[in-house]
């Protein structure tokens, strides 16, 4: 029997395989060699993982009688620039990359999207393999295509779609990330049950706080289904122009958030796609298309494993409604001038809706705000503790 779980994502000549598993890493050279064009691979990787991680690799890859080089760049949403993208693609063309060549993403989601776009665009287009580090990129930014890098004027703005050869996702690897990573992964984890599977979300409901801790089990399975509903989607609308748009639930207010906190440590991608979600289905209660009762079990379900539901969660800082809204308008999923909003009809039901009115976003956001402010306000009585910080 295997000790791997395996899911292709079905794409014709472009298709490739997930492998999950606990020994991925250790086995990553004789996995992968079956869909490499020569013996030779570059890892990219940044300071941080190379640290924990890259020996490991290395020694797969001489165990597969790989030829390897790495390069490790800056760790940070800074790396996902034009100029570390033009820095890491001057490198590879001083090593001589041939088309044969295949290079291998060792991180997170800024490594799957760096080196992704790297491989896009070096001599027009080389192989990649992903190997996942965070349990963000395990369930989601590794397995589809989606590659790139941010712009001025907003995330991910940048890139190319550009389908990897293989990606290996070692669950083991997660129980090297601060709770708090594991939690921003884990907002992208609860997304898929609330675009199209109802019942995942209630297994998450009832195991989502084990498979936070690091459960193996549970740990697994949340990995697996997540990549299970990704790679149906992706088979489906591989270059988002249609169905693949849900994916991207609670992403146009988490990515506005992001924007105005200057996509650094303060708010992280999935704490921002946490509080985004809750907004879209406040949106969708608002417009009467989803039951006030989902919306409130979402809230609960996230805030129980400790995820930021609204802007009281949020560092405190001067939120300005037109500014949220401003960068809103930059989304990749404007079309003729109107926001393409991910709305809900309850738990597994997402749909798409370009039907909303900007005032019905500011009435939102404005009220959202309100609450916060009565929060604090209340926080602020003798007797009375907030809530305890992100990442304690």
């Known amino acids: 029997m295997s000790p791997h779980q395996s899911l292709r994502v079905e794409l014709g000549e472009r298709g490739y395989d997930i492998l999950i598993g606990t020994t991925v890493l250790a086995e990553a050279g004789k996995l992968m060699r079956p869909v490499l064009k020569s013996e030779r691979v570059i890892v990219v990787t940044d300071a941080n993982v190379a640290e924990l991680h890259l020996a490991r690799l290395q020694r797969a890859l001489d165990d597969a009688g790989l030829q390897h080089d790495s390069l490790v760049v800056p760790p940070g949403d800074g790396s996902k620039s034009l100029d570390q993208l033009g820095a890491l693609v001057g490198r590879l063309l001083e090593m001589k990359v041939e088309r044969s060549t295949t290079l291998v993403a060792l991180g997170g989601g800024v490594i799957g999207d760096l ?4 491989a896009a665009v070096t001599l027009r287009g080389i192989d990649f393999v992903q190997i996942p580090t965070s349990l963000l990129a395990q369930v989601d930014s590794s397995v589809g295509g989606k590659t790139g890098i941010n712009a001025p004027q907003g995330k991910n703005l940048i890139g190319a779609f550009h389908q990897p050869r293989l990606v290996l996702a070692d669950t083991s690897i997660l129980t090297t990330l601060p709770r708090r990573e594991m939690l921003a992964g884990y907002a992208e984890v609860v997304k898929y049950g609330l675009i199209r599977d109802a019942g995942f979300f209630h297994w998450l409901e009832a195991h989502g706080a084990d498979l936070v801790q690091g459960e193996r089990a549970e740990l697994q399975h949340g990995v697996l289904e997540s990549c299970r509903a990704k790679a149906d989607v992706v088979a489906a609308d591989e270059r988002e122009s249609g169905q693949r748009a849900l994916l991207n639930l609670g992403h146009t207010f988490g990515h506005a958030l992001e924007a105005e906190t200057g996509y650094g440590d303060e708010l992280l991608h999935g704490e921002g796609v946490a509080v985004g979600m809750v907004m879209a289905f406040d949106l969708s209660v608002q ?3 989803c039951p006030p009762e989902d919306a409130d079990r979402v809230r609960r379900h996230l805030a129980a494993v400790g995820l930021p539901t609204g802007f009281a969660d949020l560092a405190p800082r001067h939120w300005d409604v037109e500014r949220l809204i401003t960068h809103m308008s930059r989304d990749k ?13 309850g738990i597994g039901e997402a749909y798409l809706d370009n039907t ?6 500011r009435a939102l956001l404005t009220a959202a705000l309100n609450d916060a402010d009565q929060l604090a306000r209340e926080n602020e009585a003798p007797g009375v503790t907030t809530r305890a910080t992100l990442g304690s």
């Open 356 to 361: 909303v009115e900007l005032d019905e976003v």
């Open 287 to 289: 417009r009467g298309h």
């Open 115 to 118: 080196a992704g776009f790297a």
């Open 333 to 345: 999923k404007v079309s003729g001038g109107r926001i393409t909003f991910v709305l809900v009809r």
